[in-house]
């Protein structure tokens, strides 16, 4: 087995100079955790003249930011009719997943905020395209798509997918059973929603590429240097102060990206309101054009509550994930053994490949599986991104900074936190919760399948 992750053994960006703060420092915004989230907003401060210091705990990549599978899937980790339906507009899915939108579809203001938002989305997943153009990241974008392929019957059907089109302004396609079964060389899948707008890229090395831009636009990045506390300044002079083991950062406004322990108590409901999970991914061994030939030439996400993904990475591997759980899994074997069985599920002719690497990560989400935004006295956290963190983080980001550097005049940033608030999710015993929900659908797609009849 190589190590750490197959991301880390095809690095191309340079990682930062390694160093901590050691001298006070002073600026507009001290932003807490360099993940994906911490540097989209320090990026897009800095691109608004913003002076900004990043504190980063460990070092930059090492978290799920560069540990991720790199597939940047278009909109959110809700699919667009579930946004409307959990922001009060109703839509109802019945078994066979036909769906039912009510009169005035058009008219409807919670409609309206769902289009909004993916509208943003799709906007946030094309300043990803332009700043690694731009910024020159070198993170080998693959524009290939991406195919959601149902794992049950009736479950993705045409109608669903016209309506998700008028209504988003999406280019979804719908692909049958034969369609799909014709170049995914499995019976496992059913119909598919191919969405041609999504693409690929190699997580750590845009992570990184990131980070480079946010110092050389004038931000400073300091590595291993733990948020340890957040007080109120006693001095005259910027109004917070955010210490580290060693220094401090004054500032005007602190952008909090970390996600889970619930240490600095400036909003224990948002932080209370956070449950997590780990997540697992393994690359085979290289498989040369056979495996386009059996898997397909789009990344595949499938559609099971414990849901699975796969992508062909350029020096065709396959990158297979899943595996969501409340406790860590702590041996690798067992890791290798449990995404097997998931592939071969899918793919039992690749019973004979052999896994070259494996890894896990851990994901932080809200009750609504959406990104949560909140702001107190100055004080913002922006966390609860789930597995599907590239766009939204971007997209969170652009907002809290356009807010922080309009001195919040720029009021965007409410749609998305007013529609989706930190709720109860379990509190003091949120990973026990967390392990009965996904159990749940674990067994719940263990007995779909076991009883459904397959063709
Ligand atoms: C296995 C896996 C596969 C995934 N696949 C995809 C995918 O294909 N597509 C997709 O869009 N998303 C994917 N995701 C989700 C995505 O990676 C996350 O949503 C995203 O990385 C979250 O970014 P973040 O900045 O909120 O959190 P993190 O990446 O966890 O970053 C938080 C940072 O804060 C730092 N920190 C914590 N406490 C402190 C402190 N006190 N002081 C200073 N720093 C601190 C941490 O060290 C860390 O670096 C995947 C996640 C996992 C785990």
Known sequence: MRSPTYFEDTLQEARLSKKALEKKES?????????????????????????????????????????????????????????????????????????????????????????????????????????????????????????????????????????????????????????????????????????????????????????????????????????????????????????????????????????????????????????????YIMVTEPLGKRIREICGPHPVCDDRLSLSYYRILPDSRLLWGGLACAFPIKSTQKQIKLLRQDMLQAYPQLEDIKIDYVWGGKLAFGWDLMPLIQEKNGIWQVSGFGGHGLIPTTLCGSLVACAISSNYADTRWKILSESFQPKYTGWPFTTFWTFLYLKAFQLRDYFVFKFQKRD
């Open 27 to 279: 600026a507009d915004v001290c932003v807490i955790g360099a993940g994906l989230a911490g540097l989209n907003v320090a990026l897009s401060l800095v691109e608004l003249n913003k002076n900004v210091v990043v504190l980063e705990e460990h070092r930059v990549g090492d978290s799920a930011s560069g540990r991720n599978a790199g597939m940047v899937c278009s909109g959110f980790q809700r699919e667009p009719l579930e946004i409307m339906q959990l922001i009060g507009y109703e839509v109802q899915l019945n078994n066979s997943v036909t769906v039912i939108a009510y009169l005035y579809i058009y008219k409807s203001y919670f409609n309206k905020k769902a289009k909004t938002l993916w509208s943003w989305a799709s906007e946030a997943r094309d300043l990803i395209l332009y700043r690694v153009h731009k910024l020159k990241i070198n993170c080998g974008i693959e524009k290939s798509g991406q195919l959601t392929l149902s794992c049950y019957p009736g479950v993705i059907t045409s109608n669903l997918v016209s309506l998700i089109n008028r209504n988003f302004g999406t280019s979804f396609k719908f692909w049958t059973k034969e369609e799909v079964r014709a170049i995914y060389k499995s019976t496992f899948y059913h119909s598919g929603l191919y969405d041609p707008d999504s693409f690929s890229l190699h997580p750590l090395n845009y992570v990184l590429g990131l980070a480079r831009a946010c110092e050389s636009e004038g931000a400073r990045i300091y590595e291993e240097s733990k948020a340890i506390e957040i007080r109120q300044n006693s001095q005259p002079g910027r109004p917070w102060v955010v210490c580290t083991p060693h220094s401090s950062v004054e500032c005007d406004y602190v952008v909090l990206t970390k996600s889970f322990s619930v240490d600095f108590s400036c909003n224990t409901k948002f932080e209370r309101s956070l449950a997590s999970c780990y997540t």
